[in-house]
């Protein structure tokens, strides 16, 4: 038999095997990977030729911290008196109304005359002393402590955006000298009948509106599986306007929904998450993940894990559909 006739084709099918892996973070080796963040799992089974790889759903914890010593974000310099001040917020996930207490009781602490004020029409900070100047250093440099354990080291003040405490303000980085006013739109709010502090006091002003949200895309690490690609972060084009990239950087990127709960559920539905391979990958047996933000920095989950759903295409080889053509007889 001449099996090279062409007049006998072969015609080889293949089936899409779809599977699902849930993968919690509460079941990863605990002494190898501590933080939730960052963790590597072995496979349930070996799985061959992957066609795809898709994320179908997380479940996230609700509250992710926006200040803290880890993003570099609670700790800002004020001068008063001849004296510079240190001062240093908990570490939490912090609303506007959070952060003008805790900001009035740490200002407080060096002068009972401070007082902090948020304006919610403009969305900005207000600084103010009844009779003495001060100054707010932001263009400061401020020494972070980093967590041997998490194996990187991210200058967050090198940033041109979400720098620190002074971005979050609504400040840029230069020092602020406060200015004795009594300008009706600076010491009384629209929204309020009463002025935030008395006439004739210091006061200084957030340039911009403030933003504590800067912690809401989760990019998301499959190591050896990554299929996004992403523009390199906070960069200075003093030269040249060409962006500079980095290949197969993740494999997904999800918005941070807060929701009611305790956690926060992001489907399918809200992004575009599934990684093509061709050729099919031979064989997976283990994934590592990795959680972060833009700037590479380890996202921070606290005590809380997460729980994720991976769906896993496989090529299935069907070797006995064949379609056989037999020569025309006269």
């Not at 990554?226 to 306007?241: T, V």
Request: net charge neutral; glycine share 4%.
């Amino acid at each position: 038999m001449n099996h090279n006739n062409p007049l006998i084709q072969k015609k080889q099918n293949f089936v899409l095997d779809s599977k699902v892996l849930f993968i919690d973070s509460n079941d990863r080796d605990i002494e190898r990977w501590p933080n939730a963040s960052e963790f590597e799992i072995n496979c349930p089974q070996i799985y061959n030729n992957v066609e795809s790889l898709r994320l179908s759903n997380i479940m996230l914890p609700n509250h992710f911290f926006n200040i803290s010593e880890h993003l570099q974000t609670n700790t800002m310099i004020i001068d008063f008196s001849g004296q510079e001040r240190t001062i240093v917020l908990e570490d939490g996930y912090y609303k506007h109304s959070h952060l003008k207490a805790a900001l009035q009781k740490k200002f407080t602490a060096i002068d009972s005359s401070f007082v902090i004020a948020y304006n919610e029409i403009n969305n900005k900070y207000y600084f103010g002393h009844s009779s003495k100047s001060f100054r707010l250093l932001f263009d400061k440099v401020i020494k972070y402590s980093t967590c041997d354990k998490d194996n990187y080291k991210i200058d967050i003040f090198s940033q041109h955006s979400d720098w620190g405490l002074g971005n979050l303000l609504g400040f840029d980085k230069q020092t602020y000298i406060s200015n004795i006013t009594s300008a009706p739109n600076i010491l009384s709010f629209p929204n309020e009948t009463t002025r935030w502090i008395e006439l004739s006091s210091n006061v200084i002003v957030s340039h911009k509106s403030s933003n504590l949200e800067h912690t809401q895309f989760i990019y998301i690490e499959l190591d050896k599986y990554n299929k996004c690609d992403e523009i390199k972060p906070y960069l200075y084009y003093n030269y040249s306007n060409a962006n500079s990239g980095i290949i197969n950087s993740a494999f997904a990127k999800i918005p941070f929904i807060p929701s009611q709960s305790n956690s926060s559920l992001i489907n399918y539905g809200y992004l575009d998450n599934t990684s093509y391979f061709q050729p099919p990958i031979d064989k997976i047996a283990k994934l590592k993940i990795r959680f972060r933000y833009h700037n590479g920095m380890l996202v921070g989950f606290q005590n809380y894990n997460v729980s994720l759903s991976i769906e896993i295409n496989q090529l299935r080889n069907e070797m006995n559909n064949y379609e056989v053509r037999t020569p025309f007889k006269p």
